[in-house]
C-alpha cells in the first residue's frame, strides 16, 4: 500500500463530520500538491511524498501515545478517533503548495563541487503555520475549539509564538500538547534528515 492510499483508508475510516468529503476532494485535486510534497526543504522528510508520510507518522505517534494507560488512566486524556485523525492527518495543510524544486551546490567528501537537488520555500499565502492549517481545514470542515488549538499551536515552544500562549493553550486543551509531542516524536526520532 502507497502512504498515499495509506493515508486515503485512515481519512476515509475516522474522518466523517460534514465538509471532510470536499476536504478530501480538494487534497486529491490538481490545486493541491499535498500527496507530493516534502515536509521541510531539508530537515525532516524532505522529499517528494515526505508531507503524506509525515502527516501518517503523527497519526500513529499520536495514536499510540494517547492509547498509553498512563494518559488514559491517570490524565484522563481520550479522544474520538475522528479527532486525533483529524488533528494529526490534517496539522500540516499550511505546507501545500509552498514547496518548489530547486538546487543548491555543496562539495563532496573530495572537495568537489556537485550540484544537490533541494527544495526551496515559498509562501504564497503567509498566513502563519498552524493558524494556516486551521484556516485551509475550516474553509470545508468545522472543527470543535480543541482541534483547532491543537492544530494552531502543534509546534510548541520550537515555533516563533509568545511562550505564554503556548502554556496557556497546553493547559487549557491537551490535546495540544499532545499533538505537539507527537509532531515532535514523528520528526525528530523517526524523520530527521530522511531523504529518499
Not at 14 to 21: E, F, H, L, P, V
Not at 33 to 44: I, K, Y
Not at 101 to 123: A, C, L, P, S
Amino acid at each position: 500500500m502507497t502512504s498515499k492510499e495509506k493515508f486515503i483508508e485512515i481519512y476515509k475510516k475516522y474522518i466523517t463530520r460534514d465538509g471532510a468529503d470536499k476536504l478530501l476532494e480538494y487534497l486529491l485535486s490538481t490545486s493541491s500538491d499535498f500527496f507530493t510534497a516534502p515536509a521541510s526543504a531539508r530537515f525532516h522528510s524532505s522529499y517528494e511524498g515526505g508531507l503524506v508520510d509525515h502527516s501518517i507518522n503523527v497519526f500513529e505517534c499520536l495514536s499510540s501515545y494517547l492509547e498509553s494507560p498512563r494518559m488514559q488512566d491517570i490524565f484522563g486524556l481520550e479522544y474520538s478517533k475522528e479527532s486525533i485523525a483529524i488533528v494529526s492527518l490534517l496539522h500540516d495543510l499550511c505546507k501545500i503548495n509552498v514547496y518548489k524544486k530547486g538546487f543548491r551546490n555543496v562539495k563532496d567528501e573530495r572537495g568537489t563541487w556537485q550540484r544537490v537537488d533541494t527544495f526551496e520555500y515559498d509562501d504564497r499565502m503567509p498566513y502563519g503555520h498552524g493558524e494556516k492549517s486551521v484556516y485551509i481545514i475550516s474553509g470545508y470542515m468545522k472543527l470543535t475549539r480543541e482541534e483547532a488549538f491543537a492544530i494552531r499551536y502543534h509546534m510548541g515552544y520550537s515555533s516563533t509564538e509568545d511562550p505564554r500562549n503556548v502554556s496557556a493553550a497546553f493547559e487549557m486543551y491537551p490535546l495540544a500538547f499532545a499533538l505537539s509531542t507527537a509532531d515532535s516524536e514523528a520528526t525528530y526520532f523517526i524523520e530527521t534528515n530522511t531523504t529518499k
